[in-house]
């Protein structure tokens, strides 16, 4: 089964664990019925710097022919403010991306990473954050004047609708039993609007739990109470705080991943780290979100729920004899980038032979 797979590796330290990324797609290659085909779509700092655009149209035309994006990280020191950035929003609102998918869970190997108290983890840490992506305030309508500066916050009926429709069967297929909604209902009209979609959907799932929390609450929640969430579905400012905030609990932002998704059609699939030019190029970055990435593309792209239940597994295994710089323990080899991405696909070889 032929795929052709979009790859962007960025700026910073994005090239290195793309290549780490790529590294477990020929191992899927090499063990199952997949074969992937690798083409490279160029955006971000670096790009803008040499072509005056941080996403040039030859790029965006092979992301929207191919399969899958693959996209590591962009950004680089001394631009004018989010030149290069401004490619990821292209590519989420060209593509009409609406899912912004984000993991967040503890693995038992990195239990001492986390910063709370056991008593705090209870059960684990396992959530999934379903992130609307094309609205709200991202969506980028507004104006920068010399005295005030304004954004408009837009929500549709038909963005909502969608989203928290998706919430709901992600959470049906992944067998979780709650959702949870995070918006600021109390003060903002488009979360009036959000929550009144909420619950109208949430009339259709009577075998789920529902909530709904305030932003400012659930943050705390979050930290207080990690183990009582699994879908949390929120709109698209909310969700990068909320998500980013999640990912220190699970050891470091190096862990997350993401899918930024329209089913059924293109997606991109990306570490929520940034570029860190601060360590570009010495070898230290970890590789385990862009992996995870890829576990997101083969369950969400290409329906293979237990190739991508291989990925995880491995990187569990991985995780009790080495770790990157970020996740260092005393007693545990300290790991290169190249070095964690290759303990990585040899325990997913292992485990595809099976």
């Known amino acids: 089964m032929k795929k052709i797979i979009a790859i962007t590796k960025g700026d910073g330290i994005g090239p290195e664990v793309v290549e780490e990324g790529i590294k477990i797609l020929k191992i899927i290659s090499d ?15 670096a790009v803008w710097k040499k072509y005056g655009e941080s996403l040039p149209e ?66 684990g840490i396992d959530i999934t954050f379903v992130r609307e992506n094309t609205e709200g305030l991202y969506k980028n309508i507004g104006e920068l004047k010399e005295d005030e500066a304004h954004n408009i916050m837009l929500y549709t009926r038909k963005g909502c609708e969608r989203i928290i429709k998706y919430a709901f069967e992600f959470a049906k297929r992944m067998g979780h039993k709650k959702v949870t909604s995070v918006d600021k209902a109390n003060i903002l009209k488009p979360s009036m609007l959000w929550r009144k979609i909420f619950h109208e959907i949430a009339s259709d799932y009577s075998d789920l ?15 207080r ?25 699970i050891g470091s932002l190096g862990m997350a991943s993401s899918g930024n998704i329209h089913p059924g059609k293109v ?33 969400e792209s290409f329906g293979q729920v237990e190739v991508g239940n291989k990925i995880e597994g491995s990187i569990e295994d991985a995780l ?4 990157t710089k970020d996740i260092e323990n005393p007693i545990l080899k300290t790991l290169s980038t190249q070095e964690m991405g290759n303990l990585i696909s040899k325990k997913l070889k292992s485990r595809l032979k099976k």
């Not at 899912?99 to 709370?116: E, G, M, Q, S």
């Not at 109470?225 to 609990?249: K, R, W």
Request: aromatic fraction near 10%; proline fraction near 5%; include cysteine.
């Open 320 to 323: 009790k004899e080495g770790r």
């Open 31 to 45: 063990y199952t019925e997949f074969e992937f085909e690798f083409q490279e779509a160029l955006a971000g700092g």
């Open 209 to 223: 739990q529902t909530e709904d929390i305030y932003i400012d609450a659930f943050c705390q929640w979050l930290i």
């Open 267 to 299: 997606s991109m699939y990306e570490p929520i780290h940034g570029s860190a030019p601060d360590i570009a190029g010495k070898g230290i970055a970890n590789p385990i979100g862009t992996i995870l990435s890829v576990k997101l593309m083969m369950q």
């Open 58 to 123: 030859k790029s965006f035309e092979t992301i929207k022919t191919s399969d899958a994006l693959l996209f590591g990280a962009i950004g680089i020191p001394g631009l004018p403010q989010g030149v290069a950035e401004i490619a990821i929003l292209k590519i989420r609102q060209g593509l009409d991306l609406y899912v912004n998918l984000r993991p967040i869970k503890l693995y038992d190997a990195l239990k001492d990473r986390c910063p709370l108290k056991d008593e705090y983890i209870g059960e």
């Open 225 to 249: 109470t990690p183990y009582s969430y699994q879908t949390v579905v929120t709109g698209n400012m909310f969700g990068d705080i909320a998500s980013d905030e999640g990912a220190f609990l």
